[in-house]
């Protein structure tokens, strides 16, 4: 084996390893945040940014909706998936499949529909 044969070789047997560490996410889906005006949204506004890391939680019990999400920022409730676009959702999370959630964008606007977006990612990948 020749000696630049030698150091790939040892160079793809040292990163390999790295390669299957690393974690793959499919997105779900993008929405806007409902019901931010009638929970904690106004209380912790100034602290929300982008990127931050939400909270899903499964409420089958909601008198409103059977397949209602509940969305929470550090343990405010700041909303619900949109009953429109929950189905899949609550269908996931009832089978027992890890969901994670981030924000996508925040909007200084009247409208509480246009304030946050989140996204719903699914992992995916080895165990």
Do not use: C
């Amino acid at each position: 084996m020749k000696r630049w044969q030698a150091v790939l070789w040892l160079l793809w047997t040292w990163a390999t390893p790295l390669h299957a560490g690393v974690d793959a996410a499919i997105v779900l889906q993008d929405s806007p945040l409902a019901g931010f005006q009638y929970h904690a949204g106004r209380a912790v506004w100034p602290q929300l940014r982008v990127g931050d890391a939400l909270t899903l939680v499964r409420e089958p019990d909601n008198p409103h909706d059977p397949r209602a999400v509940r969305v929470e920022w550090r343990g405010h409730k700041l909303g619900y998936v949109p009953r429109r676009e929950n189905a899949d959702v609550a269908r996931l999370m009832d089978r027992g499949q890890a969901l994670s959630a981030r924000i996508t964008r925040l909007a200084e606007v009247r409208d509480p529909w246009s304030r946050v977006r989140f996204e719903i990612v699914m992992p995916v990948g080895p165990d």
